[in-house]
C-alpha cells in the first residue's frame, strides 16, 4: 500500500513568508509525527498527535510553528515569519497505534525547506 | 542534553566486512530502540529495533546488541554490500510516551 506522502518536497521561502508543509500518513494510521531534520544530523522531535488531537507540541521552537490534523488523518505544519534557522527538511512520520504501542513509526520523503 | 549519543560518526567498511555502530542512552524508561536506514534525499526506513526483554534481535544481515545494564545497545551488519552504503540513526522512546529520540547518525561507506 501507499507510504506517508509529503509534499511539497523542495520549498524555498523568502525571509519573512510564511510556508505551508503537508503530510498524508499511511491510511488507518492513528498517530503522526512531525520531526526536523538540519543537515547532517538526526531528526528531532517537534509535535504528535493521536487522531485530531495534538497530545505534545514540545518540541515546537517557536510560536511561529503551528501544526494541525483537524480530521485525524491528513496534518499540516505551518510556519510563519520564516527564518533562515528554519531551514531544514521537514519529516512527518505515521504510527498505526497510539499511546502505548506499537511504536513502528514509517516516515515520508521530508520537504526540503530552504529560507533565504 | 544528548539523550542518544552514537558513534562513530562516519565508518568505511570492505565488501563483505561487519559494520558495527553504537548508541548509548541516559534514560532509563527507554524501552524501545529501534535503528534507521537514510539514503540521500529520502526519509529514515526502519530497519529493526529491539525490547529490553531480549538481548540480541537478528534479521536476516543485520542484529541488534542490547545491554541493559550498560544503557548501550549496537547494531551490526554482516556481509556488508556496498548498497549498504547510508546514513544509519539509532533511536529510543519509552512506553506511552511514543516519540522517538535520534542518535546524530553514522555515515556508513560500504568500498567494493
Known amino acids: 500500500g501507499a507510504g506517508v506522502s509529503q509534499s511539497p518536497r523542495y520549498k524555498v521561502a523568502k525571509r519573512g513568508q510564511d510556508v505551508a508543509l503537508r503530510c498524508d500518513p499511511i491510511?488507518?494510521?492513528?498517530?503522526l509525527f512531525w520531526y526536523q531534520q538540519a543537515l547532517g544530523q538526526g531528526p528531532e522531535f517537534l509535535t504528535y498527535?493521536?487522531?485530531?488531537?495534538?497530545?505534545?507540541k514540545s518540541g515546537l521552537p517557536s510560536d511561529r510553528f503551528f501544526a494541525e490534523r483537524p480530521e485525524g488523518s491528513v496534518s499540516t505544519l505551518k510556519i510563519q515569519r520564516t527564518q533562515q534557522e528554519d531551514s531544514a527538511v521537514y519529516l512527518c512520520?505515521?504510527?498505526?497505534?497510539?499511546?502505548?504501542?506499537?511504536?513502528?513509526?514509517?516516515f515520508g520523503p521530508g520537504t526540503r525547506l530552504t529560507v533565504t | 542534553q544528548q539523550q542518544v549519543k552514537q558513534s562513530p560518526q562516519s565508518l568505511i567498511v570492505q565488501k563483505g566486512g561487519i559494520s558495527i555502530i553504537n548508541c548509548a542512552y541516559e534514560?532509563?524508561?527507554?524501552?524501545?530502540f529501534p535503528w534507521y536506514q537514510q539514503f540521500p534525499g529520502k526519509g529514515p526506513a526502519l530497519l529493526i529495533a529491539?525490547?529490553?526483554?531480549?538481548s540480541e534481535k537478528k534479521e536476516g544481515r543485520f542484529t541488534i546488541s542490547f545491554n541493559k545494564s550498560a544503557k548501550q545497545f549496537s547494531l551490526h551488519i554482516m556481509d556488508s554490500q556496498p548498497g549498504d552504503s547510508a546514513t544509519y540513526f539509532c533511536?529510543?522512546?519509552?512506553?506511552?510516551?511514543?516519540?522517538?529520540?535520534f542518535g546524530k547518525g553514522t555515515m556508513l561507506l560500504v568500498s567494493p
Open positions: 512520520a505515521s504510527s498505526l497505534g497510539g499511546g502505548l504501542g506499537p511504536y513502528e513509526q514509517y
Open positions: 529491539i525490547r529490553p526483554d531480549v
Open positions: 498527535f493521536q487522531n485530531e488531537a495534538q497530545l505534545d
Open positions: 533511536a529510543a522512546a519509552n512506553s506511552g510516551y511514543s516519540t522517538l529520540t
Open positions: 534514560n532509563t524508561a527507554f524501552d524501545y
Open positions: 491510511s488507518g494510521h492513528v498517530s
